[in-house]
């Protein structure tokens, strides 16, 4: 297996900025009992945009966590206060890591 970097870009809805990162706890969960789930950080740019990068220990894994997410906790919070249309989502099999 190779580990893959999944990176996430993507804008908030207005106004849903305040709790944004406090209600992630039940993706991070989610996330970490997902098969292969490695780490996750999750960042704010200097333009509001932000980052969610998750890395998991094969490109298998994270596209089966990926086409399980939003059928599994679409509906909470935090994944309501993104706007989907600014969603981009790619993957890339680490090169190098430390």
């Given at each position: 297996?190779?580990?893959?970097?999944?990176?996430?870009t993507?804008r908030?809805?207005?106004?849903?900025?305040?709790g944004?990162?406090?209600?992630?706890?039940?993706?991070t969960?989610?996330?970490a009992?997902q098969?292969?789930f490695?780490?996750?950080?999750?960042?704010?740019?200097?333009?509001?945009?932000?980052?969610?990068v998750?890395r998991?220990?094969?490109?298998?894994?994270?596209?089966?966590?990926?086409?399980?997410?939003m059928a599994?906790?679409g509906g909470s919070e935090?994944?309501?206060a993104?706007?989907?249309?600014?969603?981009?989502?790619n993957?890339?099999?680490?090169a190098l890591s430390?």
């Amino acid at each position: 297996m190779t580990e893959t970097l999944e990176i996430v870009t993507f804008r908030l809805k207005p106004g849903a900025e305040a709790g944004f990162v406090a209600s992630n706890g039940v993706i991070t969960d989610w996330l970490a009992r997902q098969p292969g789930f490695l780490s996750r950080h999750l960042g704010r740019r200097e333009d509001g945009s932000w980052v969610d990068v998750v890395r998991w220990q094969s490109m298998e894994q994270a596209q089966a966590a990926a086409g399980r997410i939003m059928a599994e906790i679409g509906g909470s919070e935090a994944v309501q206060a993104i706007e989907p249309a600014s969603v981009a989502m790619n993957h890339a099999t680490i090169a190098l890591s430390r």
